[in-house]
């Protein structure tokens, strides 16, 4: 059902303006790719389409490491920055305007690179892996959560509601494409988790990420803009007309792979990590 209303508003801008963003699996799936790349204190993070900056303010806040969140869309930044300061965050946390393809960073510059439901947005996602590689230093990480298919999908009708109203090319990687790309790009200890949205805990956790003040704003935002700009209420018309059964088909991966060093450098020992994770309240023993 091609969508050819000149009122439309594309889907992350729509987001930008309400302030919020989603990936699948929300706080678990952040949690499980933060203990991929053994994210820890010391750590100089970047988080690549950051959004409103969500992952990074938990991972500033949580785990007590520095990041720098980078967007395309200067309205998620803005948003980014804001919540930060609302937050006190100080010098914990740094966005700035960026395009993942093509970073203002030079080689080696952060410990952990991650990136969430970003990939699913750029056509180039091989010469994206090669770009995060770059920024990495030399024994860091880099993780992906993206969406990929879970079982092939029946019709045409669940790929055009991607394609037309979340801006999404349907043609994803699936699972073992991932692979080949962070293996092309020089990465190794490559590790993947693939997860249906059949566990319901995982995709309820998507509020979690959001604070009880953040919330209220999303809340107030989307009130707001339901009543002053037509273009928002066509997408939420839009929208139930999603497909039954889409998310059945679609699912996500969680992808992360260690950049390649000559002389391979030492993670934090996993006792360190788990006690980490346990202080920020994170049940550790749940992570598969
Ligand atoms: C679905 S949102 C996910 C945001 C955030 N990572 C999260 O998990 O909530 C995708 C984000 O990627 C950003 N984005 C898309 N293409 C980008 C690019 N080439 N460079 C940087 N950011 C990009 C969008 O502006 C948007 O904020």
Same mark, same amino acid.
């Given at each position: =059902?091609?969508?050819?209303?000149?009122?439309?508003? &594309?889907?992350?801008?729509?987001?930008?303006a309400?302030?919020?963003?989603r990936?699948?699996?929300?706080?678990? #799936?952040?949690?499980?790719l933060v203990?991929?790349?053994r994210?820890? &204190?010391?750590?100089?993070?970047?988080?690549?389409?950051?959004? &409103?900056?969500?992952t #990074? $303010?938990l991972?500033?806040?949580?785990?007590g490491?520095?990041?720098t969140?980078v967007?395309?869309?200067?309205a =998620?930044?803005?948003?980014?920055?804001?919540? *930060?300061r609302?937050?006190?965050?100080?010098s914990?946390?740094a966005?700035?305007?960026?395009? #993942?393809?093509?970073? &203002?960073?030079g080689d080696? *510059?952060?410990?952990?690179?991650?990136c969430?439901?970003?990939?699913?947005f750029?056509?180039d996602k091989?010469?994206?892996v090669?770009?995060l #590689?770059?920024?990495?230093?030399?024994?860091?990480r880099?993780?992906?959560n993206?969406?990929?298919?879970?079982?092939?999908?029946?019709?045409?009708e669940?790929m055009a %509601?991607?394609?037309?109203n979340m801006?999404? @090319?349907?043609d994803?990687p699936? +699972?073992?494409?991932?692979?080949?790309?962070l293996?092309?790009?020089?990465?190794?200890?490559?590790?993947?988790?693939?997860f249906?949205r059949?566990? *319901?805990?995982?995709e309820?956790?998507q509020?979690?990420r959001?604070?009880?003040?953040?919330?209220?704003?999303i809340?107030? $935002?989307?009130?707001?803009?339901?009543l002053v700009n037509?273009? %928002?209420?066509?997408y939420?018309?839009l929208w139930?007309? =999603?497909? @039954?059964?889409?998310?059945e088909?679609?699912g996500?991966?969680?992808f992360?792979?260690?950049?390649?060093?000559?002389?391979?450098k030492?993670?934090?020992?996993?006792?360190?990590?788990?006690s980490i994770?346990?202080q +920020?309240?994170w049940d550790?023993?749940?992570r598969?």
């Open positions: =059902m091609p969508n050819n209303s000149p009122s439309r508003i &594309p889907y992350l801008d729509l987001q930008a309400i302030g919020a963003t990936h699948m699996g929300g706080l678990e #799936a952040t949690k499980d203990c991929l790349c994210v820890g &204190p010391a750590h100089h993070v970047l988080d690549v389409g950051c959004g &409103p900056g969500t #990074a $303010r991972l500033a806040r949580e785990v490491c520095r990041v969140g967007d395309i869309r200067p =998620m930044i803005a948003r980014a920055i804001e919540a *930060a609302s937050a006190r965050l100080g914990r946390v966005f700035r305007v960026a395009d #993942a393809r093509s970073l &203002p960073f080696g *510059a952060f410990d952990a690179v991650l969430e439901s970003v990939a699913t750029v056509e091989p010469g994206l090669r770009e #590689a770059r920024v990495t230093k030399p024994g860091g880099i993780g992906f993206e969406e990929v298919w879970v079982k092939p999908p029946p019709s045409d669940y %509601f991607m394609r037309h801006d999404v @090319e349907p994803l699936a +699972a073992r494409d991932w692979e080949g790309f293996l092309s790009a020089g990465l190794q200890d490559i590790e993947t988790r693939v249906d059949a566990d *319901a805990g995982r309820s956790s509020k979690r959001y604070s009880l003040a953040d919330g209220l704003r809340l107030v $935002r989307s009130g707001w803009l339901y037509p273009a %928002f209420r066509e939420k018309r139930k007309q =999603m497909p @039954e059964g889409l998310f088909y679609l996500y991966g969680i992360a792979g260690r950049v390649t060093v000559p002389h391979p030492k993670d934090l020992p996993v006792g360190t990590v788990r994770y346990r +920020a309240g550790w023993t749940e598969k």
